[in-house]
Nanobody, 122 residues
Framework: VQLQASGGGLVQAGGSLRLSCAAS????????MGWFRQAPGKEREFVAA????????RYADFVKGRFTISRDNAKNTVSLQMNSLKPEDTAVYYC????????????????WGQGTLVTVSS
């Protein structure tokens, strides 16, 4: 699976962005998908995940109520709608694919996208 993330940019605090991750290959629907982020000088961290069917989602506490992950298996895409953005959300955001049946985490991702930069100004 090859992943291509897009949608990053510069936004003011309180604003919104929608990130997308396009996957190649016919096996996208067999992967659980996640979004992670890495701020300057910090380690990459989990943001949100969605299972292969789209029936279950999970979020890091710091984005609950603000971010929404979704997927379209027919289009091989996973998205992250980010609302009420804060300066501390500034980071490079990565999408990742983990095999069906595994919990999406840094250690379980098999394929990574290249990252898209989100900058939130105060």
């Amino acid at each position: 699976v090859q992943l291509q993330a897009s949608g990053g940019g510069l936004v003011q605090a309180g604003g919104s962005l929608r990130l997308s991750c396009a996957a190649s290959g016919r096996t996208f629907s067999t992967y659980n998908m996640g979004w992670f982020r890495q701020a300057p000088g910090k380690e990459r961290e989990f943001v949100a995940a969605i299972i292969w069917s789209g029936d279950n989602t999970r979020y890091a506490d710091f984005v609950k109520g603000r971010f929404t992950i979704s997927r379209d298996n027919a289009k091989n895409t996973v998205s992250l709608q980010m609302n009420s953005l804060k300066p501390e959300d500034t980071a490079v955001y990565y999408c990742g694919a983990a095999k069906k049946g595994t919990i999406v985490a840094l250690t379980s991702v098999d394929y990574w996208g290249q990252g898209t930069l989100v900058t939130v100004s105060s």
